[in-house]
């Protein structure tokens, strides 16, 4: 039977947002808004600050990059690329030392686009800059949807990983380092073919990942350790007031063992700036590729379980809501 399709139809922008500052930049601010930009970009984004001051001018958005604490600059024109705003984002970028810059407009003009990849070409992984147009759809009478379309990215999003794989290819690694790159690449490539919520950073050739969990500060860690014959995933909390967001995450514990079903190892490390949760695998060698896969469901698995468990309640965190046992009345 022929279906009855219909004709998704652009939606002007004006109709939507009737100014960039007063009405797009706020609705972009918004978490969710901000959530579904970095899920097109890979990049986890917490927000920092709204409208900053550089000098004389005024950037619209700053972000952190959640996986390395990294900023991110987003600068927004609800129309057609122009030069000024060539400028301006390289000027917000030095004035913030931003390793990332997101321009997000209209439409680009060609010698903009082309400004950008120019940008990727010259600098090195650390720093990266992305042209993103922004449409909106609709279908009839239906809700509109937004659309975020990427028109200019690094030539390898994940630009960390080739210095480390030449380095692998021209013998400049252990062998042991070789094993962590291969894990590390099958991890990635399993949980892309598995369609797993989350994403797998880019490999390395070190013992462990890490992986966002959508706030600076925290992170998920996965950990091999060969000698020890066992493989580990762990709440990483390393900012200030650290001892107090673990200990708010320890007064939950019991729901929170409840959910994963099993016990979890609470270290609050004193004397270190860090404090982790971490759940373990034992008599597991991630050495021995013939085990790899059933490694790769086990940390795909657990991974997506401590993002369940974890993610909303370390975003209600509040450090100033823990009273230390010695001032409690």
């Known amino acids: ?103 997000i407009a209209r439409t680009f003009r060609r010698e903009h686009r082309a400004v950008l990849d120019w940008q990727n070409r010259i600098t090195d992984e650390r720093y990266r800059f992305f042209g993103v147009e922004v449409k909106v759809w609709q279908i009839g009478d239906s809700d509109r949807a937004v659309q975020f379309e990427v028109v200019s990215s690094p030539n390898d999003w994940s630009r960390g990983v080739s210095r480390d794989t030449q380095r692998a290819a021209n013998q400049e690694l252990s062998e042991t380092d070789k094993s962590h790159l291969r894990f590390w690449t099958g991890l990635h490539e399993y949980m892309e073919d598995k369609g797993s919520s989350l994403n797998c950073p880019a490999p390395g050739p070190w013992r462990y990942i890490v992986f966002s969990i959508g706030r600076a500060g925290f992170s998920m860690e996965t950990h091999l350790a060969p000698t020890q014959n066992k493989i580990s995933i762990r709440l990483c909390i390393d900012r200030d007031n650290t001892k107090a967001y673990f200990w708010l995450l ?38 021995d590729e013939k085990d790899w896969l059933h490694q790769y469901e086990w940390f795909t698995t657990q991974l997506e379980v401590f993002d369940t468990v974890f993610r909303e309640r370390i975003r209600g965190l509040d450090a100033a809501d823990w009273i230390p046992e010695d001032d409690a009345p």
């Open 1 to 103: 039977m022929c279906q009855n399709l219909k004709q998704l139809t652009p939606v002007d922008l004006s109709e939507v947002w009737e100014t960039e500052p007063q009405h797009f930049t706020p609705w972009l601010a918004r978490e969710e808004n901000l959530t579904r930009l970095g899920e097109t970009l890979g990049i986890d984004l917490e927000l920092e600050a709204q409208e900053i001051n550089i000098g004389g001018f005024r950037a619209d958005l700053l972000c952190k990059n959640t996986v390395d604490d990294s900023w991110v600059l987003i600068e927004n024109q609800l129309a057609p690329t122009d030069h000024t705003h060539v400028g301006q984002l390289l000027t917000y970028a030095a004035g913030l030392d931003a390793s990332t810059v997101i321009w």
């Open 250 to 287: 320890q007064e939950q514990q019991e729901a929170i063992e409840k959910a994963f079903g099993e016990t979890l190892e609470w270290n609050e490390l004193p004397g270190n700036k860090r404090s982790r949760i971490s759940l373990t695998k034992v008599d597991t060698d991630p050495l």
